[in-house]
Structures are given as structure tokens and as C-alpha cells.
């Protein structure tokens, strides 16, 4: 099976560093997607891990160790439009992705 | 532009009236997919297709239908709704899912309420 735990919650301040933690127990996957969402839209696209290690892009940070069964998302230097649940799901050789229940970020002035 | 379209956007409908929610995508992918999301369980696969006319369950496929006639079509289909179907439906598409990277494309969304 392919279990992955996430923080149902999270609250940071403006200006902030966040990390998201996901943790997960499979026997294989391809890859670990991070995925923002904004209340009652689509998921869309933030970050992919394959290999061990930090994937970085703008303000936003992926790392995984599949060793440890953990990857992290960092948002650095946060802002009010961050607000919105963040998704971590790890994908298979079928194109499925398992997801986790999301952690909703809310990020306070 | 690149995109996933679904319609409706919302739908409010009564138990048993059977109902199609319509995806369609115009990036050429081959693999597309139906999730639903429900507060407390995440985004759950229903069934997902990888082409035309090859289609299988996910997680969660009962009380649904689809079909792949076409690449770009993947119709959702609900014979007789019920109302523990009442969720956030998405669909999404990928190019090649084989490939370790496969990022998936969104809809926007369909809200579904079964009374």
C-alpha cells in the first residue's frame, strides 16, 4: 500500500519560511509531485522529485529521500496568495498519482 | 492554449437522474483520468484510460462509468447518482505516463450535488 501523511494544518506569517512536511510508505513509485491548490480549483503544479535530493524553483523547494520514505516542500519569503492547500502525491507507472489529504496553509500579515 | 475543459462547471440534481460530466483536452495526451476530492480524503482516482478505447477502475470506481472514444474525449459517467456522490470532481490528462516524469493536467473542476 501507499500510505502518505501530511499536516492537515498549518499557519506562517508574511515574509516567512514554511516547510511541508510528507511522509509516505510504498514499494515504488516514480516520482513525488507537489501540487498548490486554491480553495475549490484545480491542483496545479509546483515541484517533481525523482532522485534523492532539493529540486529548487523560485521561492518554492522540493527535497525527497526515498530512503527515509520523506519529502519536504519549502516556501520561502511567503506571501498572502500562498494561502491554499498543498498537495504531496507520488506517481506510478500507470500515470496514477496517490495523494495525500493536502495541508492547508494559511499565511497571517 | 493548452488545457483540460470539463462541463458543467456545477450541477445540483436529484437521486437516480442519470447525468454525464464531459472532459476534453487538447494537448494530443494519451492518459487521462477522473479523480474526486472529499474534505478529510484527498483527490481519489476513479477510472482512468490509456487511450482510446482502453480504460480501467481506480480506487474508487463504483457508481461510475466512462468511455474513450475518442483521445481527446473522456466523458464521466453517473447511470443513477446518489448522494454520497456529491463531491469536487476533476479531470486531467498526461502525456506518456510510463515516463518517470508524467505531470498531470488539470480541469477546472466539476461541484456535484445529489439530493
Known amino acids: 500500500g501507499q500510505n502518505i501523511d501530511q499536516p492537515t494544518e498549518m499557519t506562517a506569517t508574511e515574509g516567512a519560511i514554511v516547510q511541508i512536511n510528507c511522509t509516505y510508505q510504498?514499494?515504488?513509485?516514480?516520482?513525488l509531485f507537489w501540487y498548490q491548490q486554491h480553495a475549490g480549483e484545480a491542483p496545479t503544479f509546483l515541484s517533481y522529485?525523482?532522485?534523492?535530493g532539493l529540486e529548487e524553483k523560485g521561492r518554492f523547494s522540493s527535497f525527497l529521500s526515498r530512503s527515509k520514505g520523506y519529502s519536504y516542500l519549502l516556501l520561502k519569503e511567503l506571501q498572502m496568495k500562498d494561502s491554499a492547500s498543498y498537495l504531496c502525491?507520488?506517481?506510478?507507472?500507470?500515470?496514477?498519482?496517490?495523494f495525500g489529504q493536502g495541508t492547508t496553509l494559511q499565511v497571517k500579515p | 492554449e493548452a488545457q483540460v475543459t470539463q462541463n458543467p462547471r456545477y450541477l445540483i440534481t436529484v437521486t437516480g437522474k442519470k447525468l454525464t460530466v464531459t472532459c476534453s483536452q487538447n494537448?494530443?495526451?494519451?492518459?487521462m483520468s477522473w479523480y474526486r476530492q472529499d474534505p478529510g480524503l484527498g483527490l481519489r482516482q476513479i477510472y482512468y484510460?490509456?487511450?482510446?478505447?482502453?480504460?480501467d477502475k481506480g480506487d474508487v470506481p463504483e457508481g461510475y462509468k466512462v468511455s474513450r472514444k475518442e483521445k481527446r474525449n473522456f466523458p464521466l459517467i453517473l447511470e443513477s447518482p446518489s448522494p454520497n456522490q456529491t463531491s469536487l470532481y476533476f479531470c486531467?490528462?498526461?502525456?506518456?505516463?510510463?515516463?518517470?516524469?508524467?505531470?498531470?493536467?488539470f480541469g477546472p473542476g466539476t461541484r456535484l450535488t445529489v439530493l
Open positions: 484510460s490509456m487511450n482510446v478505447e482502453v480504460t
Open positions: 486531467a490528462s498526461t502525456d506518456n505516463p510510463g515516463q518517470r516524469y508524467n505531470e498531470q493536467f
Open positions: 522529485n525523482v532522485l534523492d
Open positions: 510504498t514499494s515504488g513509485f516514480n516520482g
Open positions: 502525491a507520488l506517481s506510478g507507472n500507470t500515470g496514477k498519482l496517490i
Open positions: 494537448m494530443n495526451h494519451e492518459y
